[in-house]
């Protein structure tokens, strides 16, 4: 089964500190790894995909087989950071499916 | 491009009623998706859509919920008979291909 977890409801760190939001993962084959952001009143946004390779924001995850993870780090933390942070995986459906997991909400303390 | 669009934004039914909730993809996109999210949970698949066609509804309920996307118009989530326990955001997403989707802002539905 496919499955999704992320073990912190809440994240707090101050401006300027490194941030590490953790993601593991179950699934048999090949995951594709997603994080999305949702900032206050705003809609799902994709943030990052790990076949991309890429830093948004600042952001970027790497995804790592053996411990199952997909962890997003940022390594200067900013106020405009705060949001919530959804992982996501899609199995051999493509990215039609998407799993979930519950999500982090992220406060950058001043 | 508006995005994907979703109506209405917040919707209140009484036990009993039926509630329809609108998606309109973005243009040229032809994948819709919908999504549930209960209170203090992530986002879970219903059902994805293409035009005139339900490729997967894995993760619909039963009974009393339908999704239709017809050739001209929005994409339909319908629930009968809503119960407490539908009271939810219902999310919408839509892609161009087989891409990771773009979401709609969300319907909020509660249910008296």
């Known amino acids: 089964a496919q499955r999704v977890t992320q073990p912190e409801k809440l994240l707090s760190v101050f401006k300027g500190a490194p941030v590490e939001l953790k993601c593991n993962y179950s699934y048999s084959g090949s995951p594709e790894l997603f994080w999305y952001v949702q900032y206050s009143r705003q809609r799902l946004q994709l943030l990052l995909r790990h076949i991309s390779r890429e830093s948004i924001k600042g952001f970027t995850a790497d995804l790592n087989k053996g411990e199952t993870s997909f962890h997003l780090k940022k390594p200067f933390a900013q106020e405009e950071d705060s949001a919530m942070y959804y992982c996501?995986?899609?199995?051999?459906?493509?990215?039609?499916?998407?799993?979930f997991g519950q999500g982090t909400r992220l406060t950058i303390n001043p | 491009n508006a995005g994907v669009m979703q109506n209405p934004r917040h919707l209140v039914r009484r036990r009993g009623q039926e509630a329809r909730l609108r998606c309109s993809p973005m243009k040229g996109h032809s994948h819709v998706y919908w999504y549930r999210q209960l209170p203090e949970e992530g986002l879970k698949f219903m059902v994805y859509l293409q035009k005139e066609n339900i490729i997967d509804e894995s993760g619909m309920p039963k009974e009393r919920f339908s999704a239709e996307f017809p050739k001209e118009g929005p994409s339909i989530l319908r629930i009968q008979q809503v119960v407490r326990g539908d009271s939810a955001a219902y999310f919408c997403a839509s892609s161009p291909d087989r891409l990771a989707p773009f979401f709609g802002p969300g319907t909020r539905l509660t249910v008296l």
């Open positions: 996501a995986l899609s199995g051999i459906q493509g990215a039609q499916k998407l799993v």
